[in-house]
């Protein structure tokens, strides 16, 4: 052990801090719970896998989740910063108009017309 500090410089503070305290690496509840959720959800990102299991009542930091869907490769592709342009169409928005002149602006009188038809 006192080989591996001197090739790796570890500070002896932090040496002691990680013999204190034991690491779980293999949290297999946390990572059987995101599985589910993502195999539910095949487009939820960790922030959103996050939020699921803080509704479920299991509150975990949002790294710890990130890295445990990293080491299983369960990191959502479907939105993508390359592969998505930006698009800010908002649906429908407002009150449509009537279409009244249903565009027959020819008249025999003047002035029975005056609008913008932009149909």
């Not at 990680?18 to 959720?37: F, G, M, P, Q, R």
Request: glycine fraction near 4%; charge should be positive.
């Amino acid at each position: 052990m006192v080989i591996l500090l001197k090739a790796a410089r570890l500070s002896s503070s932090s040496f002691h801090y990680a013999l204190k305290h034991v690491y779980e690496k293999t949290d297999t509840t946390l990572v059987a719970e995101i599985k589910n959720i993502v195999s539910v959800n095949k487009d939820y990102g960790y922030r959103r896998v996050v939020l699921a299991l803080r509704n479920k009542g299991i509150i975990v930091n949002h790294k710890k989740v990130q890295r445990i869907m990293q080491e299983n490769s369960l990191q959502c592709t479907a939105y993508n910063k390359r592969t998505r342009k930006y698009n800010s169409y908002k649906g429908l928005v407002g009150k449509v108009a009537k279409h009244k002149l249903k565009r027959r602006f020819n008249t025999d009188r003047p002035f029975q017309k005056i609008a913008t038809d932009v149909t």
